[in-house]
C-alpha cells in the first residue's frame, strides 16, 4: 500500500520521506523531484553535537525530540557526547527503547526499530553515513527515521563519507543541499 498523500509532515519533509521511501524499494531516486532536505556536514563529531545541543535548546519546553541512530551502540555514543549539555540546558537525555519514548518533556535517544510508529515533533539524524546503503534493513530504518518528525529534521554527516554510497547519492540527486554548522 503507497500513500500518494502524507498529512502528518510539512511537505517539505514528506518529500524527503518519499525519496527515501524509493529507496527501500530500490527505485532510482534520480527522477523524483528534489527534495534539498539540508544535511549539515561535519568534520568532529563533538562540534556537530554542540550544533545538536544548540538547537534542540531553542525548542519549545513541550516539543518532543528523538534522536535517531541506526542502532544501539551508535545511540549510545551520541548519548555520551552530548547529555552533559543536553543536562545543561533541561532537555532531559535518556536512552529509550520503546515503552519510554512516550514520555514528554525528554531528549530521546534511539534506535529506528523502537520508534517505528511514533512521532515527534523534532527528530535528529546526527550522522546519516551511519546508515549503510548496501543492507535494506538499514535503508529502511532510515526511512522510519526520517518519517518520524511532524514538524522539523535535522541531519548530519561526516564530511569525510559524504563522498560515497548513500550520501552521494542523495546530494547529487539534490535531495540532501550541503551545509556547514
Known amino acids: 500500500i503507497f500513500l500518494d498523500l502524507n498529512d502528518r509532515q510539512s511537505r517539505p519533509l514528506a518529500a524527503f520521506s518519499n525519496c527515501i521511501r524509493k529507496l527501500t524499494e530500490r527505485i532510482s531516486i534520480a527522477e523524483a523531484t528534489a527534495a534539498q532536505a539540508p544535511v549539515t556536514l561535519f568534520d568532529d563529531r563533538v562540534r556537530m553535537a554542540e550544533d545538536v545541543i544548540e538547537r534542540v535548546a531553542k525548542l519549545p519546553e513541550s516539543a518532543t525530540v528523538a534522536i535517531i541512530c541506526p542502532d544501539k551502540d551508535r545511540a549510545v555514543a551520541w548519548y555520551d557526547l552530548m547529555q552533559t549539555g543536553l543536562d545543561g540546558c533541561f532537555r532531559n537525555p535518556v536512552l529509550s527503547e520503546r515503552a519510554r519514548l512516550t514520555e514528554r518533556f525528554k531528549t530521546h535517544f534511539t534506535t529506528p526499530i523502537d520508534a517505528k510508529g511514533l512521532e515527534f515533533d523534532v527528530v535528529v539524524i546526527p550522522d546519516i553515513s551511519e546508515f549503510s546503503a548496501d543492507d535494506p534493513i538499514a535503508v529502511n530504518g532510515l526511512y522510519v527515521a526520517v518519517s518520524r ?26 535531495h540532501l543541499v550541503s551545509a556547514r554548522p
Request: with cysteine.
Open 149 to 174: 518528525p511532524r514538524h522539523a529534521l535535522l541531519v548530519g554527516c561526516n564530511s569525510s563519507n559524504a563522498g560515497g554510497g548513500l550520501v552521494h547519492q542523495l546530494l547529487e540527486a539534490g
